[in-house]
């Protein structure tokens, strides 16, 4: 089977600019959650979602947006980049949700400058 | 408050020997337990989970979950080289894991 894959890997970009960021998450596999890590912050949660539904969010301004569509692919939308967003941003999938095993994409690299 | 402390690291522990690492919770009511393994630059593994008090043994690896104490571990044997990472202890609690800030294990020849 097939792990969780995230697109792009490694981006940079700009204070002020928009970003999109993608998951797949492994055949089956129906909860989609995001998170950031930083050094300073460790991991942490930004949202989860079951069947397109978002069924919690972490404590990140309106800023950071997220959907999930009807093949459970997810995107999460960061507007209005600053500096401190720089971070590697991870998805994980599950069966179910975080209460059953969460399994990580790879990530993917934000710089912003 | 944090809700999941770790032990703070580093741990150095000779080739062969046991790492212990340990992780206390503050939600009484958490269910799920999970360690997580990553390497530098790489992202997290989940190499162990647990939901009943006692242990969980998979290899080299047992995991210990005493619910009434809100604490779980994490003990390597025969520890290897390869051993040499970041792990994170990861608590579900709601909709979401709750992760410590990891304990960074160097296993030296």
């Known amino acids: 089977k097939a792990g969780v894959t995230q697109t792009p890997r490694y981006l940079i970009k700009t204070r002020g600019q928009q970003v999109t960021l993608s998951c797949s998450p492994i055949s089956g596999h129906r909860s989609v959650s995001w998170y950031q890590q930083t050094p300073g912050q460790g991991l942490q949660f930004l949202f989860e979602y079951f069947s397109e539904t978002q069924r919690n969010k972490g404590n990140f301004p309106g800023r950071f947006s997220g959907r999930q569509f009807s093949n459970s692919r997810s995107e999460m939308n960061v507007s209005t980049l600053e500096l401190g967003d720089s971070a590697l941003y991870l998805c994980?999938?599950?069966?179910?949700?975080?209460?059953?095993?969460?399994?990580f994409g790879p990530g993917t690299r934000l710089t912003v400058t | 408050q944090k809700e999941v402390e770790q032990n703070s690291g580093p741990l150095s522990v000779p080739e062969g020997a046991i790492a212990s690492l340990n992780c206390t919770y503050s939600d009484r009511g958490s269910q799920s337990f999970f360690w997580y393994r990553q390497y530098s630059g790489k992202s997290p593994e989940l190499i162990m989970f647990?939901?009943?008090?006692g242990d969980k043994e998979d290899g080299r690896f047992t995991a210990q979950l005493n619910k009434a104490s809100q604490y779980v571990s994490l003990l390597i044997r025969d520890s290897q080289p390869s051993d040499s990472a970041t792990y994170l202890c990861?608590?579900?609690?709601?909709?979401?894991?709750?992760f410590g800030a990891g304990t960074t294990v160097t296993v030296r020849a």
């Open positions: 647990i939901y009943s008090n």
């Open positions: 994980a999938s599950s069966s179910q949700g975080p209460g059953y095993e969460q399994y």
């Open positions: 990861a608590v579900k609690d709601d909709y979401k894991l709750s």
